[in-house]
């Protein structure tokens, strides 16, 4: 089986595949209760939203330390290229995979672009390029994601 989330339909028999940045989102939908991040259907859904078959995923090489590799998703709202943190703590807290997670936070980290705080965008290959200085929606949902991660999976936070 293929079948997957629409983002959007039309009541005509037309849909819309694509993912937004922005909670709600197909990304978020185990965040927001509405089914499991195990069941099959989600699984393909995040793997396509994670995925080229998503005009707002985004992928770069930071032009900078030249190491770190971003993935993430981003919005028509800040337009191509520009990956949410949002969508990088979303992927973390449905995430049931330490690599995957540890991979998140190591993106979110160099993000910030040494200002200790997520923004609303940021360019795929130059985090210091980023829209909104202080969006406390990110901020405030990156402290729930590090209460959820020191949880449920200390090791990958809290250091001996």
Known sequence: DDTIFA???DGFGSSLFMDDANVP???S????GYLDASE??????RAAVL?????FYFEGIDAQDKTTHFT???S????LNYIWPMSLIIRAITSDDDDEIADCLDQLKVSSAGTGFMHESFYHTDPSEYSRSWFAWANSLFGEMVLKVAAERPHLILKQ
Do not use: A, D, K, M
């Not at 099959?40 to 859904?45: F, K, Q, W």
């Open 7 to 9: 983002y959007e339909v």
């Open 29 to 32: 939908l185990p965040y927001l």
């Open 72 to 74: 993430g998703v981003g």
């Open 40 to 45: 099959p259907l989600y699984e393909r859904t």
């Open 76 to 79: 028509p709202h800040t337009g």
């Open 51 to 55: 995925s080229e078959r998503n005009p």
């Open 25 to 27: 989102s197909l990304l």
